[in-house]
């Protein structure tokens, strides 16, 4: 783990080798249509509540919010007409197969319980507190900042990205800027075809996979009518782990953490004011979406480039 070029931040060093257990980890981001299903499910079960336009734990008045609706932020994708939550369409252009924004690293945790009933497995966050239970029980959860790390690199040792040390578009969708050597694109500031003026400007889930794309289908605001990507999935088939949005990780975050670790399935420090996250984002620049980089917020925290991925023990 940690950035073997020593051009990141200082809290992304030492490098140092870690050893995690096997596990599966999501291939997509989670899709607004799949947080929908959840918030639907949710709310019939009386498990949230919404005020003025936020999702929250039911009960816990403001304390545990979710998710934002278009009623409290104009760039969420999920429309709530006071008893149904839906996916909306964005500059003419059906947004359920892009990643969940807007959501908590606590309506992250939520989902991943709903998942764990659905599938019969352990819930792996209490359902009051939502903390983690440790050690994490075999159900649905978000992954550890080690195992973040490990998946994103797909097998690859001492590389920049999932795919190698270069960025470019056409295997992800960041902000391409010349200030970096290494952000190799022939095109520059947001991609190209997802950019519409209209945050988020977010792709679908696996949209680069190395085929020839047709605006036909996809029906992206850019003018081009094709767009031939690469394979912007790793030695592990795992996609968007380099840009689209920013993901939550299980653990609490430390800028030293690096230097008194565990040197096995790491969980990062036993308590903390904000959560890790992890992964490039269609918002910011190509340093942003290394493998090594790492950054922090509040659990409660929400924006219109962070979302989530899943992951499962083996």
């Not at 997802?194 to 696996?206: I, K, L």
């Not at 689209?244 to 008194?260: Q, T």
């Amino acid at each position: 783990m940690g950035d073997s070029f020593g051009e990141g931040l200082e809290a992304e060093l030492p490098v140092h080798t870690v050893t995690v257990d096997s596990f599966y980890m999501g291939k997509y981001e989670i899709t607004n249509q799949q947080y929908c299903d959840f918030l639907n499910a949710a709310q019939c079960q009386g498990l949230i509540t919404v005020t003025r336009g936020t999702v929250y734990k039911a009960g816990s008045g403001t304390s545990y919010a979710y998710c934002d609706t278009s009623t409290s932020c104009s760039s969420s994708q999920i429309a709530y007409n006071g008893s149904v939550f839906s996916v909306r369409t964005k500059s003419g252009r059906g947004m359920v197969n892009d990643p969940m924004v807007w959501v908590s690293w606590y309506g992250a945790v939520a989902y991943c319980n709903w998942r764990s009933q659905q599938l019969g497995t352990q819930l792996c966050y209490d359902s009051a507190t939502l903390e983690p239970i440790y050690p994490l029980p075999n159900g649905v959860r978000l992954a550890t900042e080690a195992e973040w790390e490990y998946a994103a690199r797909g097998g690859l040792s001492g590389q920049r990205f999932p795919w190698g040390n270069d960025i470019y578009h056409t295997p992800a969708n960041y902000y391409s800027d010349s200030s970096y050597s290494y952000d190799k694109g022939p095109t520059r500031g947001y991609h190209p075809l997802w950019n519409d003026g209209v945050y988020p400007c977010t792709s679908p889930v696996g949209f680069f996979d190395g085929s020839l794309k047709y605006k036909s289908a996809y029906n992206w605001p850019g003018s081009a009518m094709s767009y031939q990507t690469t394979n912007g999935g790793n030695g592990y088939g795992l996609y968007d782990m380099a840009g689209n949005v920013r993901e939550w990780c299980n653990d609490w975050y430390s800028d030293s953490y690096y230097s008194s670790s565990p040197s096995s399935n790491p969980t990062g420090p036993s308590s903390g004011s904000s959560r890790v996250l992890r992964g490039g984002l269609w918002y910011y620049l190509a340093n942003y979406c290394r493998v090594a980089h790492r950054i922090n917020n509040r659990p409660g925290y929400r924006n219109n480039y962070i979302g989530f991925r899943v992951a499962l023990d083996l």
